[in-house]
């Protein structure tokens, strides 16, 4: 499958390249050295050259160099515009996704919720975020695994009468910067990743 995704890959880095916007690394952003661009992507230094794209130093093979290519391709000058946040089921042709977004992207998190309130800190340091203290929920952070895609969490943590829960949401205009699928996928991968990241 590997192959498969790196094929996909590849041709959307060529369709970027054939085309390169003359302002990429401030659409990113990234910081640019020739043709090569570097900036933080799911937690890791990433680098994207027309030959491939590499995370943490190594060639990445899986989906999620699909998705740091096709975010790429979107990039644009607009800026990121947090409110009003939007829940996935709110994102224009989000139904066929609904029910994988809801089992990979949110109650996977749910039975470690306890543990990410303790580990927050390390969380928003590694992705890029700060914690929210203006929303509902027991906590709330704010995580970008892309530079322009924050996911908004509200955890609430188990309590006698409720189980635990978690709600992701986006930015308003997040749409502008990946299609809806690539913004299940993001949010899914960065699920792994903050779980990854606990003790």
Do not use: W
């Amino acid at each position: 499958m590997d192959g498969r995704f790196l094929d996909i890959q590849k041709a959307y880095l060529r369709e970027l390249y054939d085309h390169l916007p003359e302002d990429l690394e401030q659409y990113l952003p990234a910081t640019r050295a020739n043709d090569v661009f570097s900036f933080k992507a799911f937690g890791e230094p990433c680098s994207m050259s027309p030959t491939g794209i590499s995370l943490g130093g190594k060639a990445l093979t899986d989906a999620r160099g699909i998705l740091i290519a096709l975010y790429a391709c979107n990039a644009r000058s607009e800026a990121v515009q947090i409110d009003p946040l939007k829940s996935f089921k709110e994102l224009e042709g989000s139904t066929p996704y609904q029910s994988a977004f809801a089992s990979r992207a949110e109650k996977s998190l749910v039975p470690y919720v306890a543990q990410i309130q303790l580990e927050k800190e390390k969380l928003v340091r590694a992705l890029d975020g700060h914690e929210n203290n203006d929303r509902p929920g027991d906590f709330s952070i704010t995580l970008y695994p892309l530079p322009k895609i924050p996911l908004y969490y509200v955890f609430y943590v188990a309590d006698e009468e409720f189980p635990a829960s978690v709600t992701c949401l986006f930015a308003a205009n997040a749409e502008l910067f990946l299609p809806v699928d690539g913004l299940a996928d993001v949010a899914e991968y960065t699920a792994e990743k903050i779980i990854e990241l606990l003790p």
